[in-house]
């Protein structure tokens, strides 16, 4: 069964040329691209994007640095497509928490500059994919 999940290349990605490191781990895995985009982030598409972390300490920062360049932002579809990319992925601190072998854990150092984000849910995949892709 097929699943979508919304996956970006945050700026910091972006900057240290790891799209095509992104994209070609998304492949190899089995994964496929159904959209792919280089793209400018506004306030209000960060903000809707992060809603539910409004209000915690990291909020305006985050903000900050999603709005701070351009991202890559992809539609990503197959099998437990939301897992399966999280898992790439590795966990949000790059340090503490992703793996070696993981692109956080292979190339991130802190946790504002994770390199990529990935639904967690198939729920969030959905609704951040209206808001990303309104066209699919
Ligand atoms: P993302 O949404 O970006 O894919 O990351 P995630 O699910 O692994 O982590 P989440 O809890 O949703 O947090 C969103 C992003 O906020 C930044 N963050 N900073 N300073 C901090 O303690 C802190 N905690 C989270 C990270 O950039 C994280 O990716
Ligand atoms: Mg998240």
Known sequence: MNERTLVLVKPDGVGKGLVGEVISRIEKKGLSLAALELRSVSRSVAEEHYAEHQGKP???DLLEFITSGPVVAAIVEGPRAVAAFRQIAGGTD???KAAPGTLRGDYG???QYNLVHGSDSAESAEREIKLWFPEH
């Open 109 to 111: 150092l802190e946790v």
């Open 94 to 96: 790059p340090v503490d």
């Open 58 to 60: 990291f909020y305006e």
